[in-house]
């Protein structure tokens, strides 16, 4: 809004004025006009405009408003503002600054005008100034203000759900400054928790509230809060009523300040965690199980898994990736992640498990399971056969019968064992078939498939077939 200041009402005069200016010929009175307005009009009595000086650059729709009538050049709501300044002008008062708007077709244009008699009265000097920059800071302005009242009405909004919460939670939660251990905040819970009365404990030291056997924990519970993120829970006591209570504590910062964000939660000497006895016989199953997340890095295994793979505790497995340690890079992961995706679940996978810088790896049979959702977690069963392997005596294993379980051998097994489980399966087959052909006669069958009768029966005795006590020749 304008005000007298844009005006010269009440300013300090020039006190040489006459020294300095009577000299002022047309062309230094032009230029002083010029510069005084970014827009300059001149005008006759009747608000006719007899010349005009601006920029056609910024002013392209002005250039032919010499001839017309100054408030013919403005909007409807402006027209009552030239009416004035030319009235005022006759009555020889001093002008204030007053925004009209131009019509163009670019939009309007705002435009700040103050009007100057000269000749005598004779003629009318309109300067103008462009308030198109001003209008854009304005909104701006006007733009940022709002967005920060939307900021702080969201912050309230925060503030109020989150104080809510605080003062609702049946939790201890205490808010301590680092430094000093002073209580800046309390819920009424820790007030109930500790004896206090309610809102008495703002502005107490943490340590007041405490057993004096308890100070040194608390301390270092502090210090350990500072520097880690996982900082276990502690049994501490309270000073009224010789409480024991479970004491957890987040650092957090704000305000370039140190906070803690300190949790109790009762307990007694007779009160033990409660430990879901599924998981308790989890870990001591004797198959490996582990549990990993969707990217098949580790979350948690049982004694079993972490013996398997020699590690020192389930702690130095988190995070790892499965591919480390169980089967053949980028093949069985791979297909049991897409026996999951078919059939819901993955069974009896043989497969290899990979301790340390060992390539070949303990044959192991495996099981899988995925769970649903957005964030869903695996979950697999492992089983050592490699010594089941070794304490079975030659040809008893089970050789694959037909080409179709052969083939699904395929990424369990590496192709030089496949070739090696299909020669077998040939060499039994033709066997059988020359057995079958000569009745049972050894020395006959030897003779067609072009043995000796030592390898035949080397043969037989490794692939389990026939009477070996017995010759039928």
């Given at each position: 809004m304008l005000t007298r200041k844009h005006s010269i009402d009440g300013k300090h005069p020039f006190e040489k004025a006459t020294e300095l200016f009577r000299t002022l010929d047309a062309d230094a009175a032009m230029k002083l006009a010029m510069v005084a307005g970014d827009v300059t009009l001149v005008l006759d009595d009747t608000g006719t405009i007899l010349d005009a000086a601006f920029d056609p650059r910024e002013f392209p729709a002005f250039a032919n408003w010499i001839g017309s009538n100054w408030i013919e050049t403005v909007t409807d709501e402006s027209r009552p503002k030239i009416m004035e300044m030319l009235a005022a002008a006759r009555r020889g008062e001093v002008q204030h600054w007053r925004q009209v708007n131009h019509p163009t077709r670019d939009g309007e244009v705002p435009i700040r005008y103050a009007v100057l008699s000269v000749n005598g009265g004779t003629h009318r000097i309109a300067f103008g100034r462009d308030l198109r920059e001003a209008g854009k800071l304005q909104q701006r302005l006007l733009q940022v203000q709002q967005s920060l009242e939307r900021d702080y009405l969201r912050m309230r909004q925060l503030e109020a759900r989150y104080r809510m919460l605080f003062e609702r939670s049946t939790e201890a939660v205490l808010i301590i400054e680092a430094a000093s251990l002073k209580i800046r905040e309390a819920n009424?819970?820790?007030?109930?928790?500790?004896?206090?009365?309610?809102?008495?404990?703002?502005?107490?030291?943490?340590?007041?509230?405490?057993?004096?056997?308890?100070?040194?924990?608390?301390?270092?519970?502090?210090?350990?809060?500072?520097?880690?993120?996982?900082?276990?829970?502690?049994?501490?006591?309270?000073?009224?009523?010789?409480?024991?209570?479970?004491?957890?504590?987040?650092?957090?910062?704000?305000?370039?300040?140190?906070?803690?964000?300190?949790?109790?939660?009762?307990?007694?000497?007779?009160m033990a965690p409660p430990v879901s006895p599924v998981l308790e016989l989890v870990d001591q199953m004797p198959d490996a199980f582990v549990v990993a997340d969707a990217n098949l890095d580790i979350v948690t295994a049982n004694a079993a898994f972490v013996e398997l793979l020699q590690a020192a505790s389930v702690d130095q497995l988190r995070g790892r990736h499965l591919s480390e340690s169980i089967g053949r890079p980028g093949i069985d992961l791979d297909l049991i992640e897409g026996q999951i995706d078919q059939y819901g679940a993955a069974r009896n996978v043989s497969t290899v498990l990979r301790t340390g810088h060992d390539v070949e790896g303990e044959p192991v049979e495996l099981s899988a399971?995925?769970?649903?959702?957005?964030?869903?977690?695996?979950?697999?069963?492992?089983?050592?056969?490699?010594?089941?392997?070794?304490?079975?005596?030659?040809?008893?294993?089970?050789?694959?019968?037909?080409?179709?379980?052969?083939?699904?051998?395929?990424?369990?097994?590496?192709?030089?064992?496949?070739?090696?489980?299909?020669?077998?399966?040939?060499?039994?087959?033709?066997?059988?078939?020359?057995?079958?052909?000569?009745?049972?006669?050894?020395?006959?069958?030897?003779?067609?498939l072009g043995l000796s009768r030592q390898s035949l029966y080397s043969k037989l005795h490794r692939y389990g077939l026939g009477n070996l006590a017995g010759d039928n020749d």
């Open positions: 009424p819970a820790a007030h109930t928790l500790v004896g206090a009365r309610a809102g008495s404990l703002a502005g107490k030291k943490l340590p007041s509230v405490l057993d004096k056997s308890s100070h040194d924990t608390m301390q270092a519970l502090v210090g350990a809060a500072l520097v880690s993120d996982t900082v276990s829970p502690a049994r501490i006591r309270l000073s009224r009523g010789a409480r024991d209570v479970m004491v957890a504590i987040t650092g957090f910062t704000q305000d370039r300040g140190q906070y803690l964000l300190v949790r109790l939660v009762p307990t007694t000497e007779r399971v995925r769970t649903g959702g957005d964030d869903p977690h695996y979950a697999f069963v492992i089983r050592p056969i490699g010594r089941r392997l070794r304490d079975l005596p030659p040809g008893s294993q089970d050789l694959p019968r037909s080409v179709e379980q052969l083939t699904e051998l395929v990424g369990r097994m590496s192709l030089k064992d496949i070739v090696r489980e299909s020669t077998d399966l040939i060499e039994r087959l033709c066997i059988e078939a020359a057995l079958s052909y000569t009745s049972d006669n050894r020395a006959s069958a030897a003779e067609i």
